[in-house]
Structure formats: C-alpha cells, structure tokens
Nanobody
Framework: VQLQASGGGLVQAGGSLRLSCAVS????????MGWFRQAPGKEREFVAE???????YYGDSAKGRFTVSRDNAKNTVYLQMSSLKPDDTAVYYC?????????????????WGQGTLVTVSS
C-alpha cells in the first residue's frame, strides 16, 4: 500500500487549497481514509475522514471550512480547504485504516503518506 499526498503550498489567509492523496494497493470503497495535520511543536491532530461507505467526519477545526471527498475511479482522496487561517499552517498527512475501525484515533491508521506542507500567511 502506498499513499502519495500533494497539493500543499503557500496561501494567504482567507484563501483556499486542495490537497490530494493518491492511493495504490487498496480500493477506496474498502477502507477508511483520514486526513491529519501536525503543526510545529504540536501533536498530530485529526482533520477529516471519509469512510469506506462514503460517510464523512470532521474535526472541530475543519467543520464548515474543509470538505473531504474521493474519486473512486482515480483512487484518490481530496481535502478541499477554504477560509484558511494562519492556525491551519501544518504538515498535512493522509492515512489509511484498512480495518475500518470506527473513530478518529490516529492509532487506527496503519498506512501513512509522506505529508504535504500547508503554510497560511496573515
């Protein structure tokens, strides 16, 4: 299984960015996919999840601003981020939970992408 995250970059506050995570080795409709982020000096935190069924869940920081989606044909998961704030600055990781464990605990995820840096300037 391999996860390749991309789409990070520098954006001004209030702007938008879309992250992508290309997955190989598993079909997206058979696994749960999550997005996490880690800011300097902070713990990795849950951002969003799209489950094998298509149900989506969001962390408090993402609700109302971020949207997680997937393209089964491309086997790619997306994180559309809008109304970005400087506090959103972090390395964003996509992750795969092959066991489809309910919950957003990062320990449930057994495969991780390499991370993509998002920097939001004020």
């Amino acid at each position: 299984v391999q996860l390749q995250a991309s789409g990070g970059g520098l954006v001004q506050a209030g702007g938008s960015l879309r992250l992508s995570c290309a997955v190989s080795g598993r079909r997206l409709n058979s696994v749960d996919m999550g997005w996490f982020r880690q800011a300097p000096g902070k713990e990795r935190e849950f951002v969003a999840e799209i489950r094998w069924s298509g149900s989506t869940y969001y962390g408090d920081s993402a609700k109302g601003r971020f949207t997680v989606s997937r393209d089964n044909a491309k086997n790619t998961v997306y994180l559309q981020m809008s109304s970005l704030k400087p506090d959103d600055t972090a390395v964003y990781y996509c992750a795969l939970d092959s066991s489809r464990t309910v919950g957003a605990d990062l320990r449930f995820y057994d495969y991780w992408g390499q991370g993509t840096l998002v920097t939001v300037s004020s």
